[in-house]
């Protein structure tokens, strides 16, 4: 872990950055979700933690659509690894699309509805989740 984040630190060294805190509803888990993401080099970064249930890895690209005044509309996709909590380990797929409204020029609020899609071990974590956050650039 502590080589992890040494590469991550000097990945983003001197790169301008979003990071973007969210609230989820995993509505297959029945759970609340805390995710942290981070843009590096292009590429979104995150972690998501439900308690007692999985944390969860994740690497993808988010691309905007369109933009309408403070509006943007976006689509995301992702690659994931979930550490599951007494059960199989595996892998799998995500997409949404979402819309940030820009509070300030730093902040933005944040609406999404994501689909996660598991490989068969973890066929039981396939499902939709309802995000809503802040991100914050830098």
């Known amino acids: 872990m502590k080589k992890l984040i040494s590469i991550l630190a000097f990945a983003v060294a001197g790169q301008a950055m ?48 369109v933009k309408l005044g403070p509006v943007a509309i976006r689509a995301n996709t992702q690659v994931a690894y979930q550490d599951t909590n007494g059960a199989k380990n595996g892998f799998g797929v995500g997409f949404g699309v979402g819309a940030n409204y820009a509070l300030t020029k730093q902040v933005e609020f944040g609406l999404g509805y994501n689909r996660f899609v598991a490989e068969d071990k973890l066929k039981q974590w396939t499902g939709n989740s309802v995000t809503a956050g802040l991100t914050y650039k830098f």
């Not at 590096?40 to 439900?50: I, M, Q, T, Y």
């Open 18 to 65: 979003a990071l973007e805190v969210t609230a989820e509803r995993d509505f297959t888990a029945d759970k609340n979700v805390v995710s942290v993401s981070q843009t590096v080099r292009g590429l979104d970064v995150g972690v998501s933690h439900a308690v007692d249930t999985y944390t969860r890895v994740s690497v993808g690209k988010t691309q905007e659509l």
